[in-house]
């Protein structure tokens, strides 16, 4: 059976499991027993959870409430897009639509302002100037989209009136890293609406999309 590299590298959480990687889940859960975190009940459910996990998405939650849970942390794979061939300072969209998306660059500040209109900064492709950079964000009767992939953080913090201003469900899981860039989503929605939402690379089937 051939796959694609694109369907199964997709959502590091569905990448499978070592025996390594559930020894090292087993060592851990004994010696949280032996200090007396778990008791052997716990410790016998979460060892048989533990050896039959096939991903990461499985083993992850086995540990998550330890103090010593670094062994099943995600992989992060490295954050990679194609050299930058434009930059832009600001998107505007008055009663129309304007999208950024591609291999361009994104500068420490960049301004969008939709006015009965769409903005969308598709940002999974694109090369940042800094490691933090700041997104101001406003919509009139309107909306602005940021999109985002799994190895980007996020920090949102605009202001509704009669509208909305939020990070939308994830559809893909986050794989960050100290070293991940940070994207500050900032301004205001009258009447309209600012999403950030994180999703696949683009290319990603559809039915993938629909398992979220």
């Not at 009767?141 to 509208?163: F, L």
């Amino acid at each position: 059976m051939s796959m694609d590299r694109g369907d199964i590298n997709w959502d590091p959480a569905q990448l499978r499991v070592s025996d390594d990687d559930r020894h090292k889940v087993a060592e851990i859960l004994r010696e949280a027993a032996g200090e007396g975190r778990i008791d052997l009940d716990e410790l016998d459910e979460r060892l048989e959870a533990t050896y039959s996990a096939k991903t990461y998405a499985d083993l992850v939650p086995i540990t998550v409430d330890l103090p010593a849970h670094e062994p099943t942390s995600l992989p992060v794979p490295k954050r990679e897009v194609l050299p930058a061939s434009t930059t832009h300072n600001s998107s505007i969209a008055v009663m129309g639509e304007c999208k950024r998306q591609g291999a361009w660059l994104v500068p420490a500040s960049h301004t969008a302002f939709a006015l009965m209109g769409s903005v969308t900064l598709d940002l999974r492709g694109a090369t940042f100037a800094e490691r933090d950079i700041t997104i101001t964000a406003n919509a009139v009767m309107a909306e602005v989209k940021v999109i985002i992939d799994a190895g980007t953080n996020v920090v949102v913090s605009g202001v509704p009136i009669m509208g909305e201003f939020h990070q939308a469900k994830d559809k893909v899981a986050p794989a960050l890293s100290p070293d991940s860039p940070v994207v500050r989503v900032k301004g205001m929605a009258l009447m309209g609406s600012v999403s950030v939402q994180r999703l696949p690379p683009p290319g990603t089937p559809k039915k993938i999309l629909g398992t979220y």
